[in-house]
């Protein structure tokens, strides 16, 4: 079971430069979300999705951008890269209904911005 | 807002020794509140949830009550092994899903021989 997959594991991107974090899940999970991982902090909401063509903000969302145009996948671009931005990067899925409330999360992309 | 906060870490304890790790949160109405493990080097786990007042988590030995009067859900485990070694996050959601999580700020536990 491949569960929810992200690529790539490690990058590092000079300031200026965009990416895409790519995510995808075949679970046929409906929600997904990117989390941003930073020491002492937790993990925080940048956006997130509840279906396909349906997106919106998290809590720390400059900087960043994402769509759904399908149900399995859930890229993750960064505009124009800063090193505020390195962190640990986590893509999590989760099926509907209060009964199916547990967040699958993939192994995380180390983004470094030099 | 939501928010949830954990006690400070590291904490270091020997085998077989008692945990106890704190979480209060602070939230309006009813939400879910969830304990999640992370391995090194591996993305987060669920390792128990709870979804109402009173109910208790369980899983792999680990308990956790949801208790309202007190916005606190904290984590324990009566006898610790080695392989509990994990940053332990505890979080909270609402709604359908699990899509927007808000969690504390994680705590690194070390269990030695």
């Known amino acids: 079971n491949a569960g929810v997959t992200q690529t790539p594991k490690f990058q590092v991107l000079k300031t200026g430069q965009s990416m895409t974090l790519q995510c995808a899940q075949d679970?046929?999970?409906?929600?997904m979300s990117w989390y941003r991982q930073d020491p002492g902090m937790g993990l925080r909401l940048i956006h997130y999705s509840v279906g396909a063509g349906i997106t919106d903000q998290g809590e720390v969302p400059n900087g960043y951008n994402v769509s759904r145009s399908t149900t399995e996948d859930f890229p993750l671009r960064l505009l124009s890269a800063a090193p505020s931005q390195t962190s640990v990067y986590f893509c999590?899925?989760?099926?509907?209904?209060?009964?199916?409330?547990?967040?699958?999360f993939g192994q995380g992309t180390r983004l470094t911005v030099v | 807002g939501d928010s949830v906060t954990q006690m400070e870490g590291p904490v270091t304890l020997s085998e077989e020794a008692f945990l106890t790790i704190n979480c209060t949160y602070t939230a309006t109405g009813y939400p879910s509140l969830f304990w999640y493990v992370q391995y090194p080097g591996e993305g987060l786990q669920l390792l128990l949830k709870a979804t109402k007042a009173d109910d208790k988590g369980s899983n792999k030995g680990f308990e956790a009550t949801y208790r309202k009067e007190t916005t606190s859900f904290h984590l324990e485990k009566g006898s610790v092994q080695v392989s509990d070694s994990a940053v332990y996050f505890c979080a909270l959601g609402r709604g359908q899903g699990a899509q927007k999580l808000v969690f504390g700020q994680g705590t690194r536990l070390t269990i030695n021989p």
């Open positions: 679970m046929n999970h409906e929600y």
């Open positions: 999590a899925s989760s099926g509907q209904g209060h009964l199916n409330q547990e967040a699958f």
